[in-house]
């Protein structure tokens, strides 16, 4: 008989429900915070004389952005309000300024992400496998090396070109109808917005000191790529690290803890709670409808109740080196991560048998 090495999964479910109710003044209240600070710093872009403090205006802009976007995650997880329709309002009014078809994401993240974690679905940065790379033409591989590139600067082009254009900006043939109606009228919805906005900038030597290009530029441009490093650093992160596995073919998700898949990152509080606890990311995946602005107690309850589940690191700069070197392909049948030439870079990610007999994968001791 296995002794059990910790809670079951259907247990550590049970013990975060305290954390699922959303309220209606926190979720308003950070919608309208988010809004009104992106809408300062356009106005800053604008109206402030100094180029410098309009690019610092510009850069603090694209921050916002992020955080609208994690606001709007919440809202498709209907856990940044208690209101139904409230949530799909504020959810479709808070990606607009990062272009994000409120449709696609709800097709996208509720059924591709979750369900297939970590799987082979092309998602959060999912790693190749060495043939699939040494398969690519040389420009693909040298694209493939930017993206994991030591210092992150592939993130934004990774995001861009593989997942927003993919998949979160207009519907392709593959999205299923269902899905795909709606998500053109979101699209519409969003060219309007982008068309008026774009306008708008473009008219700022009327009401304003600044230059067309200069507002189109810092007012939209900038901002947005800001966003999208943003967004692809934090997908990195929340799913890679040398203790985390992934996988090919079919596995049984009821058995595979999701706070095993993912990395609790943890920052100091004040940081934390700006980015609104994005990397407390193993307690949203056991429960998604836990509100970002509860998430950060769940994942402390989370930590105390598995500490061997799941995989959490304080931040440094050297961690984030440390993972970008180390996380460049995986191996899908030792797993185990190496670099672009197969060399592995961690020990392997061995199966072990867990609570409740439910076998999943844990770091081996290097």
């Known amino acids: 008989m296995v002794e059990q090495a910790g809670p079951s999964r259907a247990e550590i479910q049970r013990t975060l429900q305290e954390f699922l109710t959303p309220s209606l003044f926190w979720g308003v209240s950070l919608a309208l915070a988010d809004l009104a600070q992106y809408a300062a710093a356009i ?22 952005i992020a955080n609208l976007a994690t606001l709007g995650h919440d809202a498709a ?18 990606f607009m300024p990062g272009l994000t078809n409120w449709a696609l994401w709800i097709y996208e993240h509720h059924y591709r992400h979750h369900p297939y974690t970590n799987g082979e679905l092309t998602d959060t940065y999912t790693p190749l496998a060495k043939r699939e790379y040494d398969a690519l033409r040389a420009w693909q591989r040298a694209l493939k090396r930017f993206h994991r590139n030591p210092l992150g600067l592939g993130f934004a082009l990774y ?60 007012g939209l441009v900038v901002p947005f790529y800001v966003f999208m490093e943003l967004m692809s650093g934090s997908l990195y992160f929340q799913h890679t690290h040398v203790a985390i596995p992934w ?65 959490s690191e304080r931040f440094t700069f050297r961690l984030f080196w440390d993972t970008m070197r180390r996380c460049k392909l995986y191996d899908y049948e030792r797993h185990q991560w190496t ?12 199966p072990r048998e867990p609570a409740a007999n439910l076998r999943y994968f844990a770091p081996a001791a290097e």
């Open 247 to 311: 996988f090919k073919g079919e596995i049984d998700r009821r058995a595979m803890p999701p706070e095993t898949l993912t990395l609790h990152l943890s920052f100091p509080l004040w940081l934390a709670r700006f980015m609104h606890h994005v990397y407390d990311h193993g307690a949203h995946h056991v429960q998604p409808a836990i509100p970002c602005y509860r998430l950060h107690a769940a994942q402390q309850r989370l930590n105390a109740l598995a500490p061997d589940q799941v995989v």
């Open 43 to 64: 106005a800053g872009v604008l109206l402030l004389p100094a180029l410098s403090l309009k690019i610092a205006c510009s850069l603090f802009a694209g921050l916002k």
């Open 159 to 218: 995001y861009i070109t593989e997942r927003w254009w993919q998949v979160k900006f207009f519907p392709r043939a593959e999205v299923p109808l269902r899905h795909r109606k709606p998500a053109w009228r979101h699209f519409a919805l969003l060219l309007a917005y982008l068309a008026g906005y774009t306008a708008f900038l473009a008219a700022a030597p009327l009401y304003s000191p600044t230059s067309s290009v200069t507002a189109v530029i810092l």
């Open 339 to 350: 670099d672009f030439a197969g060399k592995p870079t961690g020990a392997p990610i061995r």
């Open 77 to 94: 997880h209907e856990s940044l309000t208690p209101s139904r329709r409230l949530n799909k309002l504020l959810g479709i009014i808070v």
